[in-house]
């Protein structure tokens, strides 16, 4: 079975920074990509950023130049630097893993972490 587990959110006041981590478990899977989604109330859940294995990262525009995404592929872990937080941001974020898993590709989600910016 694989596992995300994700730490990282809370409250933050406007202008403010969170960093948000996440690390993959479980045997036999091989990921291809790490990822973070985002659900606010009321709204469907949106891409916030990924980062394939080798290749270049993707950024919703509404968080570029402000979040950066990275990976530690040793530990399987995926990062996403939030600065300049803005109440807009508010939402529950979702660390994503792409990957194969025998005989599919997959996808694997993590519990969710509220990110709350307050203005």
């Known amino acids: 079975q694989v596992q995300l587990v994700e730490s990282g959110g809370g409250l933050v006041q406007a202008g403010g920074s969170l960093r948000l981590s996440c690390a993959a478990s479980?045997?036999?899977?091989?990921?291809?990509?790490m990822g973070w989604f985002r659900q606010a109330p009321g709204k469907q859940r949106e891409l916030v950023a990924t980062?394939?294995?080798?290749?270049?990262?993707k950024y919703a525009d509404s968080v570029k130049g402000r979040f950066t995404i990275s990976r530690d592929n040793a530990k399987n872990a995926v990062y996403l630097q939030m600065n300049s937080l803005k109440p807009e941001d508010t939402a529950v974020y979702y660390c994503?893993?792409?990957?194969?898993?025998?005989?599919?590709?997959?996808?694997?989600w993590g519990q969710g972490t509220q990110v709350t910016v307050s203005s």
């Open positions: 994503n893993a792409h990957g194969y898993y025998y005989p599919d590709y997959v996808d694997y």
């Open positions: 980062i394939p294995n080798g290749g270049s990262t």
């Open positions: 479980g045997s036999r899977f091989s990921i291809n990509a």
